[in-house]
């Protein structure tokens, strides 16, 4: 019974063993990787990837970490309007941050706010990297009148900023839709317009990368076998291209953040029920020289935080993805 045993016994182990080493082989290429010496060379990336890392928490836990829902009007008391942060002589607990008008509590609010500011950002670099890698394959490989129209469009499109593009369409959405815009709707309307204002940098860089590879041997040898140009464009041409879409679409982030709080800031962003970090500094604006600082000074820095940890993380992923600086 003893040796009919054994070799069963044995089969996890060898199973672990033989998963075991292709794991650690994983992380042992990952380990020496140049972009990961890079990094662990850095403290300043690894300080700015550690609070980036720590808002995309925040976000993701806010009903977690919140005293109360921002959003939810139930929960909020006017008598609460104004009170001073904790550490103050004025501060009440559990406002750790103090309140604003509606007696919501500004770190709660912040929470909220940052999971709406990182979602539109994120949602908007989707669409903008989506809709500019597949006109930039399509432009790079195709060529001809094709790639001559997209690119028209693409240095039509850069002779204005992005932000006035955005202003546009969230004007068009609003004036089309009225009443009917609602704070979900505000916000697709914010992803929608924010994707078509930075789709162009991943247009160009694609472009410029297919038609670098598309007279290669190995295109050829693709098209010989008879493989379709999508299949050609997705899973050979488009990996060659992976690194500058991948500093663009960080770099992008951030500014997609920016152009998102630019827009609640100036009133034609999230709403004052469902506020983003943009639309809390407009909102406590309204109250700085009233004394009431902490409103707008908390999203301010949480703002500035977070925009300045992506950058930072955009220009070390530049220079470890660029060959010439290794």
Same mark, same amino acid.
């Given at each position: 019974?003893?040796?009919?045993?054994?070799?069963?016994?044995?089969?996890?182990?060898?199973? @672990? !063993?033989?998963?075991?080493?292709?794991? *650690?082989?994983?992380?042992?290429?990952?380990?020496?990787?140049?972009?990961?010496?890079?990094?662990?060379?850095?403290?300043?990336?690894?300080?700015?990837?550690?609070?980036?890392?720590?808002?995309?928490?925040?976000?993701?836990?806010?009903?977690?970490?919140?005293?109360?829902?921002?959003?939810?009007?139930?929960?909020?008391?006017?008598?609460? @309007?104004?009170?001073?942060?904790?550490?103050?002589?004025?501060?009440?607990?559990?406002?750790?941050?103090?309140?604003?008008?509606?007696?919501?509590?500004?770190?709660?609010?912040?929470?909220?706010?940052?999971? /709406?500011?990182?979602?539109?950002?994120?949602?908007?670099?989707?669409?903008?990297?989506?809709?500019?890698? +597949?006109?930039?394959? /399509? !432009?790079?490989?195709?060529?001809?009148?094709?790639?001559?129209?997209?690119? =028209?469009?693409?240095?039509?499109?850069?002779?204005? $900023?992005?932000?006035?593009?955005?202003?546009? /369409?969230?004007?068009?959405?609003?004036?089309?839709?009225?009443?009917?815009?609602?704070? %979900?709707?505000?916000?697709?309307?914010?992803?929608?317009?924010?994707?078509? @204002?930075?789709?162009?940098?991943?247009?160009?860089?694609? =472009?410029?990368?297919? %038609?670098?590879?598309?007279?290669?041997?190995?295109?050829?040898? *693709?098209?010989?076998?008879?493989?379709?140009?999508?299949?050609? +464009?997705? =899973?050979?041409?488009?990996?060659?291209? %992976?690194?500058?879409?991948?500093?663009?679409?960080?770099?992008?982030?951030?500014?997609?953040?920016?152009?998102?709080?630019?827009?609640?800031?100036?009133?034609?962003?999230?709403?004052?029920? %469902? $506020?983003?970090?943009?639309?809390?500094?407009?909102?406590?604006?309204?109250?700085?020289?009233?004394?009431?600082?902490?409103?707008?000074?908390?999203?301010?820095?949480?703002?500035?935080?977070? /925009?300045? @940890?992506?950058?930072?993380?955009?220009?070390?992923? =530049?220079?470890?993805?660029? $060959?010439?600086?290794?």
């Amino acid at each position: 019974m003893t040796e009919a045993l054994l070799p069963h016994s044995a089969e996890p182990d060898a199973v @672990s !063993a033989h998963a075991g080493p292709g794991k *650690a082989h994983l992380f042992g290429r990952i380990a020496a990787s140049d972009i990961f010496y890079s990094f662990r060379r850095s403290k300043l990336t690894m300080v700015a990837a550690a609070i980036t890392l720590l808002f995309f928490l925040l976000a993701i836990f806010a009903s977690v970490l919140a005293v109360q829902n921002p959003f939810d009007p139930a929960q909020l008391q006017l008598m609460n @309007s104004r009170i001073a942060p904790l550490w103050t002589a004025d501060g009440q607990s559990p406002f750790l941050l103090g309140t604003d008008e509606q007696g919501r509590d500004v770190f709660s609010a912040i929470l909220y706010g940052l999971r /709406i500011s990182l979602a539109v950002g994120v949602l908007g670099v989707v669409l903008a990297g989506t809709l500019g890698i +597949m006109l930039g394959l /399509i !432009a790079g490989y195709v060529g001809g009148a094709v790639d001559g129209l997209i690119m =028209r469009i693409a240095d039509v499109q850069l002779t204005f $900023p992005a932000i006035l593009i955005a202003l546009l /369409i969230n004007g068009v959405a609003k004036s089309v839709m009225g009443n009917r815009l609602d704070a %979900m709707s505000t916000l697709a309307v914010l992803v929608f317009a924010i994707g078509l @204002s930075f789709w162009v940098q991943y247009a160009r860089t694609v =472009r410029g990368s297919v %038609m670098v590879e598309k007279s290669k041997d190995y295109v050829a040898a *693709a098209q010989l076998i008879g493989l379709p140009a999508p299949v050609i +464009m997705l =899973r050979h041409v488009l990996p060659n291209a %992976m690194g500058p879409i991948l500093v663009i679409a960080t770099i992008n982030l951030a500014l997609a953040i920016i152009t998102e709080a630019t827009l609640s800031f100036l009133g034609s962003g999230m709403p004052d029920t %469902m $506020p983003s970090l943009g639309t809390l500094i407009r909102i406590g604006n309204n109250y700085l020289f009233a004394g009431e600082w902490w409103i707008v000074a908390f999203p301010g820095v949480a703002l500035a935080g977070l /925009i300045l @940890s992506i950058n930072l993380l955009g220009d070390w992923l =530049r220079d470890a993805l660029n $060959p010439k600086l290794r």
